[in-house]
């Protein structure tokens, strides 16, 4: 098993920035690809962005695209997701992911981990 752990949402204001953070631990060497999703009330859960087990390859949904960037760090064994120029409209809760299989998917049921998420909030 795997087990994730957001750490790094909040407040902050139209236009700010945060960074959210997700440490694993557990059976670590069985994760290849990492994601983040993201789901507001009364809306379904919905991608952010992935990436590959060596950083190499990276995905990222239309909305966030040229404002947010995913990173990792293996020897950490943690997944990064920076978030600028951030809009209202990114409220939500926000959710790390693993998974154990090749491929760097962009849909939630190829994961197989899930930490517990965190909430960001953007006020206007």
């Known amino acids: 098993q795997v087990q994730l752990v957001e750490s790094g949402g909040g407040l902050v204001q139209t236009g700010g920035s945060l960074r959210l953070s997700c440490a694993a631990s557990?059976?670590?060497?069985?994760?290849?690809?990492m994601g983040w999703f993201r789901q507001a009330p009364g809306k379904e859960r919905e991608f952010i962005a992935s990436i590959s087990s060596s950083g190499g390859t990276t995905y990222y949904a239309d909305s966030v695209k040229g404002r947010f960037t995913i990173s990792r760090d293996n020897a950490k064994n943690a997944v990064y997701l920076q978030m600028n120029s951030l809009k209202p409209e990114d409220t939500a809760v926000y959710y790390c992911?693993?998974?154990?299989?090749?491929?760097?998917?962009?849909?939630?049921?190829?994961?197989?981990?899930w930490g517990q998420g965190t909430q960001v909030t953007v006020s206007s």
């Open positions: 992911a693993a998974r154990n299989r090749i491929g760097v998917p962009t849909t939630s049921l190829a994961y197989d981990y």
């Open positions: 557990g059976r670590t060497f069985s994760m290849n690809a």
